[in-house]
Nanobody, 121 residues
């Protein structure tokens, strides 16, 4: 069974920083894209940042210049450094990864359980 385990959320004042981490565990053959999404109360889930196995990255406009995504392939983990946080960054942040399981040809998206990030003004 595949799991994505997140950590690093919390409460921080505006202008502060947090670091989120997510590690994949279980039986899988390979990982393609890994990334982070967020969902604020009353809003749809939205992309924050993603990174592919080749190292390319893509950020939401709201994340550019403030957040940095990185990947530790040896640990099957993805990190998200959140700097210069704003109250509007308050949301549940979800890790996502496209994994390929044994005996399955296609990649499938898996989600973490979510970690709360709260930014106070």
């Amino acid at each position: 069974q595949v799991q994505l385990v997140e950590s690093g959320g919390g409460l921080v004042q505006a202008g502060g920083s947090l670091r989120l981490s997510c590690a994949a565990s279980g039986s899988y053959i390979s990982i393609n894209t890994m990334g982070w999404y967020r969902q604020a109360p009353g809003k749809d889930r939205e992309l924050v940042a993603i990174t592919t196995s080749s190292g390319s990255t893509n950020y939401a406009d709201s994340a550019k210049g403030r957040f940095t995504i990185s990947r530790d392939s040896a640990k099957s983990a993805v990190l998200l450094q959140l700097n210069s946080l704003k109250p509007e960054d308050t949301a549940v942040y979800y890790c996502a990864a496209d994994l390929r399981l044994p005996f399955v040809s296609a990649f499938r998206r898996y989600w973490g359980q979510g970690t709360q990030v709260t930014v106070s003004s």
